[in-house]
Each structure stands twice: as structure tokens, then as C-alpha cells.
């Protein structure tokens, strides 16, 4: 009862506060002098919540290892949430911040099998391992998460009647998981047998910064609610340190290479979903 | 107090389960058969690609293996069927059926019939050459063909890989001998096959 006053006086505390301004009126009230002065004087928020669906490219060469380190090649579904603050005109001018979660990762492990042939001619792989419990010195990592993209930036709205289009720009952190994979290997024309893994050496997650930039237009069913599309680009930044361990069953023998690996991911997002203003 | 008693009756049943299952519960730990092997038969296999394949008449030298067959065949089976087994063994967790080997392998020896390399002459035995690849692992091949157990009388299969090319290249032939523990030998040789 009291968890119900409390959300109750909140919710009136922050839409009494609000002061909306008219942005999708005519123009032709007779307060316009009075909308005026809110529309530059007072504030306005809006929070977004949508799907999205990713297409994602990289400056890295195809094979091994970007292939197991970046892995993004097949699109990704997003759960995306944002929230912006028009602090100008009447949502003219805002600042923004938001994010995604990719609930749907690619089988990395399908595309570095389909890789290692191109850099290992004379090998078939027999068996993908995909051990996310360990790092190269036995360390327990916990890597098992999907990918985040956080973003904040600023942007500017035309509003138009019920319609507006936003635009807004920024920086962008968008974190992958790092797995350590195995793959076990048949050496052709012999019996060698030969385990090929791949440890990301810096963190669990890597966090790659870049750039954000974003087009959206948005329809306006009243002052509470409406609905939007968006297109979204982001590039972001990695610098990866790996180790690639070769190792022969039969002798024991291995052998490790370290490699440092830079270069960006290009993330294209479609995105649609419903507006709260607040 | 409605869920207390549910959850009382739940306990009870739980219980009462599992007391009724310990009084019928009959696992049977002998073995529900035995077995002896009565012969081998060996193919020559090509590993060269990405699988392994029945032998031609050459096969590169580094990626030769036997295929050795062991037949088996069962006697003294236990009076209780197979269904009776596998019925008593999916309500009690009891174990697996299982037929024991009642004439034990003591002795594995494979030898090359013809000259192999300067340490190895015909007639030497070279059974340490031979090794089992298992997911991640090799295992010395003569363990392998020491059945104590079987899951059932069916032939055992086991692919020994050579995993030292001969120094004479030729035509090679093996011949694998199994001592059992009554002194039977059972034995076979692989047909002639040119290792390059």
C-alpha cells in the first residue's frame, strides 16, 4: 500500500514537473506567448524502448584470428533503451544517452572453423571447443555474456506538427565477450592429431570506444506517447593482445604465437519502437 | 496451513517413494553374460584425409592404421532376459548390463612381417608403434585389446595408428597376436600393402 502512495506521488511529482511543451500544436493558440516562454525555458524528456536488428562489418581481414575475435558477420537482434533530455527550444536541442543489448550472438565457433582452413591448408578440423572458463594461464574468466553498446551524445529535433525528425551524435563503448577456443585438428596424410587455441590475453570483455551517430523519425500520438524508426551507426575501436597455442597430441610439442590485433567494428542498426515523455 | 499440509504430503510421498523403490529395488550387479574372443580380423585403413578409409593397395606410410576386429561370442547367459535387466535398470539406477570377458587377454604383440627400419627387422615385434587417438588423447594400442567388459556381444573395433613411418619403403604386412589367459592364441595378418 505504502510501495503504491509512494509510486503514485512520484509519477504526479514528475509529470506536474514536466511542463511539456506544445511541439506538435499549430502555432495558432492564443498562448502562444505563454508556450513560448516554456518552450525555452523549461525542460523535456523521453525515454525510448525498441527492437533492433544489427548488421555489423570490420576493417579486420577475414581469417584467422578476426574471425574468432570479432565473430560479428551474421546480424544481431537488439533489445535497444534510450533516454533524452531537450533542454532547448522545446526539444530542439538535447542530450542523450543510450544502449543496446545484443540478445542474439553469431557462432563464432562456426566462423573460425570455416577460417583456419585458409590458414591452415594441410588441417581438417575435427571438433570446435568453445571454453569460456579459463584464460592461457588457467585463470577463471567469466565471459559468458552477450555484447553491450552504451552511447551518450548530443543531438537536434525538427519538430513538425505530430512528426519530428532527430538527429544526434556521440561516443560509444560497445563491450564483447572474449572466449578462449579450441579446435582439434587432423593433419592430412598423417595420424597427428594437433589442438589449435586462441586466448584474448587483455580482459574478459573487451571494450572497444568509438563513434555514434543517429537519424531517427518520430510520430507523436499525444503528449505522453509516441512511436519511432531509427537508423543507427557506431564504430568502435579494438585493440586485442592473443596468444595462438599450437599443440601436437601425439608429441606434446607446442608452440605459441603472440599477436596484437587493431582495428574497428562498424555496427548498422535498424531500430523501431515506442516513446514515453516524461 | 492448506500449504503446510500440501507440503507434508508432498515429504510423505517422497519418502514413501523412496522406501517402496529400496524394498523392490533388486539391481543385479553380476555380469549378465560372458564372453571370449573366438577371432580378429584386420583392415588396412588410409588416414591420409580428413577421415579414415578402407586401404587400396598403397597408402602413404605416415597415415597407415589397422582396423582390428575383435569377434566375440557369449555363453553361460544369465537366466533373467535383457528386458528384465534394462527394466529393473531404468526405475533403480542399477547398472548397465554387461558381459565379462571369462578368458582374459594377457598378452598383445603386433609384428611386422616384413623388415621395417634399421631397429626393426621381420619378425620384430613392434606393438609400441601402435597408438589409439581419443578425442584428445593417445593411448598405447595394447590396452585397448584387452577387453575385461563388454556393453554387449557385438565385435569390437579398434583402429591402432601407426605412428612411426617404416625406413623401408615397400610393401608391409602385420600380424596381430592375442595370448588369452588359458594360453589360446588367436591371430591374423593384414594383407600386403605398399607404404610410401
Redesign the interface.
Known amino acids: 500500500m505504502k510501495k503504491r502512495l509512494f509510486i503514485s506521488l512520484l509519477l504526479t511529482s514528475i509529470i506536474s514537473q514536466a511542463q511539456l511543451p506544445d511541439i506538435w500544436g499549430d502555432g495558432d493558440s492564443e498562448s502562444d506567448t505563454e508556450r513560448e516562454h516554456y518552450v525555452y525555458f523549461s525542460s523535456v524528456s523521453s525515454l525510448d524502448f525498441g527492437y533492433g536488428y544489427t548488421q555489423s562489418f570490420r576493417s579486420f581481414k577475414k581469417g584467422v584470428p578476426s574471425d574468432y575475435l570479432a565473430g560479428f558477420q551474421a546480424p544481431y537482434h537488439t533489445l535497444h533503451f534510450n533516454f533524452e533530455y531537450g533542454f532547448k527550444h522545446g526539444y530542439n536541442w538535447f542530450i542523450w544517452a543510450g544502449g543496446s543489448v545484443y540478445i542474439q550472438i553469431a557462432d563464432r565457433e562456426e566462423q573460425l572453423r570455416d577460417a583456419i582452413p585458409d590458414y591452415y591448408p594441410n588441417f581438417v578440423v575435427k571438433q570446435m571447443d568453445q571454453l569460456s572458463s579459463e584464460d592461457s594461464e588457467g585463470n577463471e574468466i567469466n565471459a559468458d555474456r552477450s555484447p553491450v553498446n552504451w552511447s551518450f551524445g548530443a543531438g537536434y529535433q525538427i519538430n513538425k506538427r505530430s512528426f519530428a525528425i532527430n538527429m544526434k551524435a556521440g561516443m560509444s563503448i560497445t563491450a564483447i565477450p572474449n572466449l578462449q577456443t579450441r579446435a582439434t585438428l587432423k593433419e592430412l596424410n598423417t595420424n597427428n592429431y594437433h589442438e589449435l587455441s586462441y586466448y584474448v590475453l587483455d580482459n574478459p570483455i573487451s571494450n572497444g570506444l568509438g563513434i555514434n551517430a543517429a537519424l531517427s523519425i518520430r510520430y507523436f500520438f499525444n503528449d505522453e506517447f509516441g512511436v519511432f524508426i531509427a537508423a543507427d551507426f557506431n564504430r568502435n575501436w579494438y585493440d586485442w593482445e592473443y596468444e595462438e597455442e599450437f599443440y601436437n597430441l601425439f608429441t606434446g610439442e607446442s608452440s605459441s604465437t603472440f599477436y596484437n590485433y587493431n582495428g574497428f567494428l562498424d555496427f548498422y542498426q535498424i531500430r523501431a519502437g515506442v516513446s514515453i515523455y516524461l | 496451513m492448506r500449504l503446510k499440509t500440501a507440503l507434508l504430503a508432498i515429504f510423505l510421498l517422497s519418502l514413501a517413494d523412496l522406501v517402496l523403490y529400496g524394498c523392490y529395488c533388486d539391481c543385479d550387479f553380476a555380469p549378465t553374460g560372458t564372453f571370449e574372443i573366438c577371432s580378429i580380423d584386420l583392415l588396412s585403413i588410409d588416414?591420409?584425409?580428413?577421415s579414415p578409409a578402407t586401404a587400396s593397395d598403397t597408402v602413404?606410410a605416415?597415415?597407415?592404421?589397422i582396423e582390428i576386429t575383435l569377434n566375440i561370442t557369449q555363453e553361460d547367459i544369465c537366466s533373467h532376459s535383457f528386458l528384465m535387466n534394462s527394466a529393473f535398470a531404468a526405475s533403480c539406477n542399477c547398472p548397465d548390463a554387461f558381459f565379462e570377458n571369462r578368458n582374459p587377454v594377457t598378452e598383445v604383440h603386433i609384428y611386422t612381417v616384413n623388415d621395417f627400419s634399421t631397429t626393426y627387422d621381420a619378425g620384430d615385434e613392434v606393438t609400441s608403434l601402435f597408438?589409439r587417438?581419443l578425442?584428445?588423447?593417445?593411448e598405447p594400442i595394447n590396452s585397448f585389446l584387452r577387453p575385461q567388459n563388454a556393453a554387449s556381444v557385438t565385435p569390437i573395433k579398434v583402429r591402432a595408428?601407426?605412428?612411426e613411418a617404416p625406413a623401408i619403403k615397400g610393401n608391409h604386412s602385420f600380424e596381430v597376436e592375442l595370448i588369452m589367459q588359458d594360453s589360446t592364441v588367436v591371430s591374423a595378418t593384414t594383407s600386403s600393402i605398399y607404404l610410401k
Open positions: 588416414n591420409a584425409g580428413g602413404l605416415d597415415a597407415y592404421a597408438y587417438y578425442g584428445h588423447e593417445y595408428l601407426l605412428m
